[in-house]
């Protein structure tokens, strides 16, 4: 059996110290990275989902992942996306239409015309 000086095993012990303080930050910073890249794909995933849908199309894809990251930072996320999940297809775009046949007769922007026009009531 091998047997080993104090100040052999001590001086392994400060340098096991020194490893793993290392090898434990490196590792919070992967984390971190990795959270991060987590929250950005998931803001992105709902910013495509809020397009699809029809929602906020005023503003770029680029731009609306970035507001919704900054929700996601703040726990809010998970609450936009079942919004978002919530409505039907096509919400945005369209607010009434009236057609004959396959042209397009008229479209109500105020809610007097929509009530006319039979979208609301």
């Known amino acids: ?43 992105e995933k709902v910013a495509s989902d809020m397009h699809v849908k029809g929602v906020n199309l005023d503003k770029n894809f680029g731009d609306l992942a970035d507001e919704l990251e900054k929700s996601a930072e703040a726990g809010e996320l998970p609450i936009i996306q079942r919004a978002v999940d919530m409505m039907a297809p096509n919400m945005g775009l369209n607010t009434a239409t009236l057609t004959n046949d396959e ?12 009530y006319i026009f039979g979208a609301i009531g």
């Open 1 to 43: 059996m091998n047997k080993m000086s104090s100040t052999k095993v001590a001086q392994i012990l400060h340098d096991a110290e020194g490893a793993i303080r290392s090898v434990a930050a490196e590792r919070d910073v992967a984390l971190q990275k990795l959270a991060q890249m987590e929250r950005r794909r998931d803001a």
């Open 103 to 114: 042209t397009k007769v008229a479209s109500g922007g105020t809610d007097f015309e929509r």
